[in-house]
């Protein structure tokens, strides 16, 4: 699979994952806004009917005194003697000395009209007077009550009663804290356990005794604490949703990323078995050339051909053996079973060694190699063979990502950093390395680009050698680099103690 459908893949799913939580974050906010809207519609429907009911029972109260107090004189101006609505007997039934049968009958007719008429009136009137008696007592109510002070006329026993009933009616359970103030916003009466309002928290406030004149009002404001945990309560059935999806949205990433650095690592295997064959093959044909001139008896040969053909033969054998042998440390390294043969060496001397060793090959092609030995304490515990290797390899890469139009110039640059660590800088006028790749020269197999991948011979398991070296003798490497100007690598051990 190309790498750009790789990312192509990882954008999509990290899209997709991200679209996926927008959406259960904007549905989650959805959810606690109409649970808010709900809430606050549901409270002040409360509030105003806890008004209401307080209105009421003080309306009662008043009709129960004032219609005490006018029962007697309304039941004495409302009585109305049967006398007054029962004609005497001689009236309806006449004397019938000097009357027919006929003239009686309608004479009596006439005289129960008359009663009936007169017994309506009677009854209108009466409705009348109680209409008005009724009247004055509402109005008295309604005066007596607007004459009192608003202190005076609040019940806090009745309002709490009030207000829990509403709530409940409403569907809202939760705890609250109410404060009555007056019109002019002096304190009246706080709930016993009242905690004040916090920062960010709604609270509810109602107009008392609507009717009445402004300075006869009052308000109460009330508010909920757990209000908060509540309202976003709701919130908590999408909270998981959101969670696993932000879960499988890290194991996507992660699986995707595994999938990119194997296929690094496989193209970088290819990249080393392609070396190694292109390496191995050098050696292998010098040798074959060299073994199928010696058989060849056409070919004259004397002392010096023997012995430029011998050394031939053991140089290329030994840089082919020399080539296994690094393949065959790193799978001991990887395995972690090499075992170091640590002992206190000189570490001056020991670079002293190996860069006269590399100087004749440096001065071949015109290039320089430059020495300070500055540590005034040099002594390490280290294995004397990798410790060699380790700088054998530093120089070597020094060597190969040289500048061909530029002579090759190399540094080597040892001392002491305070009491307890030994250094070593090796630095070069090469290629240079992009910043990019600087992260990445330690991995095993992976080798710097130069354009034409076979100008610089080897299996990318030079730098990954050194360092996991340095690491084995508690120490540290560390690489920088400018493309074009070249490369420093500095290295830090533990003195000996």
Known sequence: MK???????????????????????????????????????????????????LEKVETYRYLQKELSLHEKETLGKTHTDVSDFVLPLDTLIPSTGNMSLGSLSLNKYNRMAETISHLQKQVREAYVYEQGVLDEVIYAVMYTASEQRFQDRLNPAVLDGSLRGALLANGITLPFHFIVYTSDGREVYRCEDYTEVEDGMNSYTQ??????????????????????????????????????????????LITIYLVVRQKRISEMKNDFVHNMTHEFKTPISTISIAAQMLADKSVSKNEATYERLGGVITSETRRLRFQV???????????????LKLQELDANEITENVVDTFSLKVSQIGGTLDMRLEAYNPFINADEMHFTNVIFNLLDNAFKYRREEEPLAISVHTYNQGETHFCISIAENGIGIQKDNLKRIFDKFYRVHT??????????????????MVQLHRGTIKATSEPGKGTKFTITIPLSE
């Open 451 to 468: 354009g034409d991948k076979h100008n610089v011979k080897g299996f990318g398991l030079g730098l990954a050698y050194v360092q996991k």
């Open 325 to 339: 042998e690094k393949v065959l440390q790193m799978s001991l390294f990887d395995n972690n079973n090499i075992a």
């Open 207 to 252: 107009i008392l005794f609507r009717s009445d004149p402004t300075g006869q009002m009052g308000t109460v404001t009330i508010h909920f604490p757990d209000q908060r945990r509540f309202i976003r309560g709701v919130a908590g059935y999408v909270a998981p949703a959101m969670g696993f999806t932000v879960i499988l949205l890290i194991t996507s």
């Open 3 to 53: 790498r750009s459908y790789i990312w192509l893949i990882c954008v999509l799913v990290s899209v997709a994952f991200i679209s996926l939580l927008y959406l259960q974050g904007s549905y989650a906010k959805e959810m606690v806004r109409m649970r808010q809207e709900q809430f606050d519609e549901n409270v002040y429907r409360s509030l105003d009917q806890a008004s209401r009911d």
